[in-house]
């Protein structure tokens, strides 16, 4: 029988052009890196990584780790989501742990209260006309930090041309500065009860898997989304369809600058406090999070869906080596080798693609 039938205008149907979707391989590593941790947790702890051995909970599964997992990667998961996008555009943002640490100093100093066991509040950096603010002054600070950050990167890779690399890392850098001279270094601290609800519990896990949702939505039902996938594909093709290339970029890096100040506002009330130091790195677990979710450097491909997979890998990998009692070094080293070879492999199937295009 041929592997080929007749279709509509002479087409033809090629079964062996046919391909497993990009997540299902994600997901098959996801649960290939559970086995693995399985079977060595089996081996020299005695014990199972994500079920239940002891018979401590009512479910199969030990509840209080996989708690642990999905909490540690919703924070850095929502600033994947932005990322996700602006590398579906063929460009990068180094900048987004930088600007959760700024958008944090900034969002927390409108979140204070006015007084500390009786007297004021020793940490307070305004006067009393901005303490006990409502919980949605510090929510709108963040975002429109974030904003701006975003909104500036857009305009330097849209319109100025530089190269998202260049004016990301700037805005980087820029931005760690700010978060060192908000308080000259000092925390901020003592925030409002209504804010410090926002990070409360699994808020953050619920916060990301309904931007998850929404996003996915976006991406793949509406002109927002196809214009995205359409400009890193090809964006001189996109630019003669009619698309406005330039305007589009500023909304992406904006969304992304958006969601990394969402993150800060969330980090900030569940710590209960802003540090400068706050973000270190965040940009790199954000984009290996896309990158071992099947989103391709490149640019054109990929899928939030994808992205939320690639999370749940870090947060197995970091709970794995906690749970083995491996350093942290080893967790490094072997995400890297991770992000190297997911970037290798959607380099193996582009030119495999295309040969048999």
Same mark, same amino acid.
């Given at each position: 029988?041929?592997?080929?039938? #007749?279709?509509?205008?002479?087409?033809?149907?090629?079964?062996?052009?046919?391909?497993?979707?990009?997540?299902?391989?994600?997901?098959?590593?996801?649960?290939?890196?559970?086995?693995?941790?399985?079977?060595?947790?089996?081996?020299?702890?005695?014990?199972?990584?994500?079920?239940?051995?002891?018979?401590?909970?009512?479910?199969?599964?030990?509840?209080?780790?996989? =708690?642990?997992?999905?909490?540690?990667?919703?924070?850095?998961?929502?600033?994947?989501?932005?990322? +996700?996008?602006?590398?579906? +555009?063929?460009?990068?943002?180094?900048?987004?742990?930088?600007?959760?640490?700024?958008?944090?100093?900034?969002?927390?100093?409108?979140?204070?209260?006015?007084?500390?066991?009786?007297?004021?509040?020793?940490?307070?950096?305004?006067?009393?006309?901005?303490?006990?603010?409502?919980?949605?002054?510090?929510?709108?600070?963040?975002? !429109?930090?974030?904003?701006?950050? &975003?909104?500036?990167?857009?305009?330097?890779?849209?319109?100025?041309?530089?190269?998202?690399?260049?004016?990301?890392? !700037?805005?980087?850098?820029?931005?760690?500065?700010?978060?060192?001279?908000?308080?000259?270094?000092?925390?901020?601290?003592?925030?409002?009860?209504?804010?410090?609800?926002?990070?409360?519990?699994?808020?953050?896990?619920?916060?990301?898997?309904?931007?998850?949702?929404?996003? #996915?939505?976006?991406?793949?039902?509406?002109?927002?989304?196809? #214009?995205?996938?359409?400009?890193?594909?090809?964006?001189?093709?996109? =630019?003669?369809?009619?698309?406005?290339?330039? =305007? #589009?970029?500023?909304?992406?890096?904006?969304?992304?600058?958006?969601?990394?100040?969402?993150?800060?506002?969330?980090? +900030?009330?569940?710590?209960?406090?802003?540090?400068?130091?706050?973000?270190?790195?965040?940009?790199?677990?954000?984009?290996?999070?896309?990158?071992?979710?099947?989103?391709?450097?490149? !640019?054109?491909?990929?899928?939030?869906? !994808?992205?939320?997979?690639?999370?749940?890998?870090?947060?197995?990998? +970091?709970? &794995?080596?906690?749970?083995? =009692?491996?350093?942290?070094?080893?967790?490094?080293?072997?995400?890297?080798?991770?992000?190297?070879?997911?970037?290798?492999?959607?380099?193996?199937?582009?030119?495999?693609?295309?040969?048999?295009?």
């Amino acid at each position: 029988m041929s592997d080929t039938s #007749h279709g509509t205008g002479g087409l033809t149907f090629d079964k062996s052009k046919r391909q497993w979707p990009n997540e299902l391989n994600v997901l098959g590593a996801l649960f290939l890196i559970i086995a693995i941790f399985e079977a060595l947790g089996a081996i020299f702890m005695g014990q199972s990584l994500l079920f239940d051995s002891n018979d401590r909970f009512d479910s199969i599964f030990n509840e209080a780790r996989l =708690r642990i997992i999905i909490i540690q990667v919703a924070i850095v998961g929502i600033i994947a989501l932005g990322v +996700t996008q602006v590398i579906i +555009t063929a460009g990068i943002d180094l900048s987004s742990g930088s600007v959760l640490g700024a958008t944090a100093m900034i969002a927390m100093s409108f979140a204070q209260i006015a007084e500390v066991n009786g007297g004021p509040n020793p940490k307070a950096i305004f006067g009393p006309a901005f303490l006990d603010l409502p919980v949605l002054v510090p929510v709108l600070v963040g975002l !429109g930090c974030g904003i701006l950050a &975003g909104v500036v990167n857009g305009v330097l890779v849209a319109f100025a041309r530089i190269p998202p690399f260049i004016a990301t890392l !700037g805005m980087m850098l820029f931005a760690r500065g700010v978060a060192q001279w908000w308080s000259t270094g000092n925390p901020v601290s003592f925030p409002t009860e209504s804010y410090a609800v926002i990070g409360a519990g699994m808020n953050p896990v619920i916060i990301f898997l309904g931007l998850a949702l929404l996003f #996915h939505l976006i991406m793949n039902y509406t002109i927002y989304g196809k #214009h995205t996938y359409a400009i890193g594909s090809n964006e001189a093709a996109a =630019r003669m369809s009619g698309i406005n290339v330039p =305007r #589009h970029l500023v909304l992406v890096y904006a969304i992304a600058g958006m969601l990394a100040g969402l993150s800060a506002v969330i980090l +900030t009330s569940k710590n209960l406090t802003a540090q400068s130091g706050m973000g270190l790195s965040y940009e790199l677990e954000a984009i290996a999070m896309a990158v071992i979710g099947g989103v391709s450097l490149f !640019g054109g491909r990929g899928s939030i869906i !994808g992205t939320v997979i690639g999370a749940l890998i870090i947060g197995v990998i +970091t709970s &794995g080596f906690t749970f083995l =009692r491996l350093g942290a070094y080893y967790q490094e080293m072997v995400l890297g080798c991770i992000i190297v070879s997911a970037v290798a492999l959607d380099q193996w199937q582009q030119k495999r693609a295309a040969a048999r295009a």
